[in-house]
């Protein structure tokens, strides 16, 4: 099964927030987790790929605080 690789903006995210202790990180991991409980069940392509990209981001913070 092949990796997943992370998109360009998953990518420039991480550079922006490589301080994960950043004021408001936590928050907004929490949002971002709460969001896409609505945005990976959205029908249309940009939703689902959107759905990816907050997966792929809240899974590399998740593996960055480990």
């Not at 420039?12 to 929490?30: H, K, S, T």
């Not at 959205?42 to 899974?59: D, N, P, Y």
């Amino acid at each position: 099964m092949p990796s997943m690789t992370e998109s360009p903006i998953v990518q420039r995210i991480n550079q922006q927030c490589a301080d994960a202790r950043a004021p408001g990180i936590v928050e907004a991991i929490a949002l971002l987790k709460r969001a896409n409980r609505y945005v990976g069940t959205h029908s249309t392509i940009g939703g689902q790929k959107l759905g990816v990209e907050i997966t792929e981001f809240v899974a590399s913070y998740q593996r960055a605080q480990q």
